[in-house]
Every structure is written in C-alpha cells, then in structure tokens.
C-alpha cells in the first residue's frame, strides 16, 4: 500500500488536523508533500508557486467528509507550542477529534499533547 492509501485510511471523520514538523520548508521535495496537497485540494502547490512574503506558520483548511479538517506547518527550528494558539480560530466541528502529529520528536508530541488536551494527539507513522 503506497502513503497516500495508507492515509486514506487513516484520515477519517473523526480526524481534526494534522501539525507537520520539518526540517526545511514546504515544498515539493519534502515527504508527504503530496499526499499532504491531495487532502488540502492543492493548496501547498499553489502556496509554493506563490510564496509569502512572510516566513512562518503555514495553515491549510479542507473540507472532510461532514466538517473541516486543518494543516499546521511549521519548521522545527521556529515551532512552538504556543503558535498553536492560532488552531482555537478554526471551526471545526470535532473539537475532540484527533490530530496527527508528523515529527520524529518525541519532546513535540509531548508538548502538544499538553497544549492541545481536548484532543486526541498522536504520532502519524507512514
């Protein structure tokens, strides 16, 4: 089963968001760039032909089966937990849904977790 199968099963209804940690930022040689662009209707395609001015957070927004679903990217060496304060601006209907972290730290997930409690967060494994 190739990623983007293996995440169509797993991003279901009850899936809230996804936060991305990287070491570089977005664009297409990154893993899972894709199949990341696939959920989000192509939006980090049109970003990398358009880049901000601004360096930053990028935030995606997709509609997923009966509500939203976000993307939350970040660069490892800018990402803070508290910049996730900007995810309490997103309606989405499964305020208690999961989120998908993709990051090999362990100390990250942790503080999400500890950011984010209302949700269940966990480690996306692909």
């Known amino acids: 089963m190739n990623k983007l199968e293996k995440?169509?099963?797993?991003?279901?209804?009850?899936?809230?968001?996804?936060?991305?940690?990287?070491?570089?930022?977005?664009?297409?040689?990154?893993?899972?760039?894709?199949?990341?662009?696939?959920?989000?209707?192509g939006q980090l395609v049109r970003q990398e032909l358009n880049p901000p001015s601004k360096q930053g957070p990028n935030?995606?927004?997709?509609?997923?089966?009966?509500?939203?679903?976000?993307?939350?990217?970040?660069?490892?060496?800018?990402?803070?937990?508290?910049?996730l304060d900007i995810l309490k601006t997103i309606d989405t209907t499964k305020e208690d849904g999961r989120i998908f972290v993709?990051?090999?730290?362990?100390?990250?997930?942790?503080?999400?977790?500890k950011k984010l409690p209302h949700f269940d967060v966990e480690l996306l494994k692909i």
């Open 59 to 83: 935030i995606y927004i997709s509609n997923s089966f009966t509500g939203k679903i976000f993307l939350y990217h970040n660069l490892k060496n800018e990402f803070e937990c508290s910049s």
């Open 7 to 41: 995440l169509k099963t797993l991003i279901t209804q009850n899936v809230a968001g996804i936060i991305w940690v990287t070491d570089n930022k977005l664009s297409k040689e990154l893993d899972l760039f894709w199949e990341m662009n696939y959920f989000f209707d």
């Open 102 to 113: 993709i990051d090999q730290n362990e100390g990250t997930l942790k503080s999400i977790k």
